[in-house]
T-cell receptor, first 111, second 114 residues
């Protein structure tokens, strides 16, 4: 099906573990984004990518790593998870001109 | 950089009433203002947007107005229905960043009671 998907939808991990959240879009949009959503903070931008092999930091990048070897995929890696990274993570894509389309989210709990 | 303030944080209305959510922004160069609706357990969904060359845009029961002088824009929902209950986010372009990065308001939880 066309659209944007995220996996896993739910993840529980332990402090210090590495975890990767996957994002895949079928629209061939140039831009992709990772946000985290926390109560009281709304949506905060972690990283974004303007095209394959082009990424840049957002508002809260510390502790996260991204890559984009293919246009359709934009994985987000937490290299050493901390409890403060417990959150709901949303991936989004955009064809340009600002409109963004969001995935269903991944709820991550770090114990 | 850009800063977006959204009010109110919660809004309760009776079915059939109107609801208005307001956002202010700081960067006078901003030229795109979307509104997103987020239902429980789902990702935000774009419901309407406006660019700075127009003052108002309507789509059935929802409308967005823009006041560039005062640097604020508002979402208007008329004849509210229970299915309008959700969290609504406004956004504006993130200043000094290429492409389409947005900065979001903190959200308004709208509750429509029947």
């Amino acid at each position: 099906d066309a659209g944007i998907t995220q996996s896993p939808r739910y993840k529980i991990t332990e402090t210090g573990r590495q975890v990767t959240l996957m994002c895949h879009q079928t629209w061939s949009h140039s831009y992709m984004f990772w946000y985290r959503q926390d109560l009281g903070h709304g949506l905060r931008l972690i990283y974004y990518s303007a095209a394959a092999d082009i990424t840049d930091k957002g508002e809260v990048p510390d502790g996260y790593v991204v890559s984009r070897s293919k246009t359709e995929n934009f994985p987000l890696t937490l290299e050493s998870a901390t409890r403060s990274q417990t959150s709901v993570y949303f991936c989004a894509s955009s064809p340009g001109l600002n409109e963004q389309y969001f995935g269903p989210g991944t709820r991550l709990t770090v114990t | 950089g850009e800063n977006v303030e959204q009010h109110p944080s919660t809004l309760s209305v009776q079915e059939g009433d109107s609801a208005v959510i307001k956002c202010t922004y700081s960067d006078s160069a901003s030229n795109y203002f979307p509104w997103y609706k987020q239902e429980l357990g789902k990702g935000p969904q774009l419901i309407i947007d406006i660019r700075s060359n127009v003052g108002e845009k309507k789509d059935q029961r929802i409308a967005v107005t823009l006041n560039k002088t005062a640097k604020h824009f508002s979402l208007h929902i008329t004849e509210t229905q229970p299915e309008d209950s959700a969290v609504y986010f406004c956004a504006a372009p993130r200043a000094n960043q290429a492409g389409t990065a947005l900065i979001f308001g903190k959200g308004t939880t709208l509750s429509v009671s029947s």
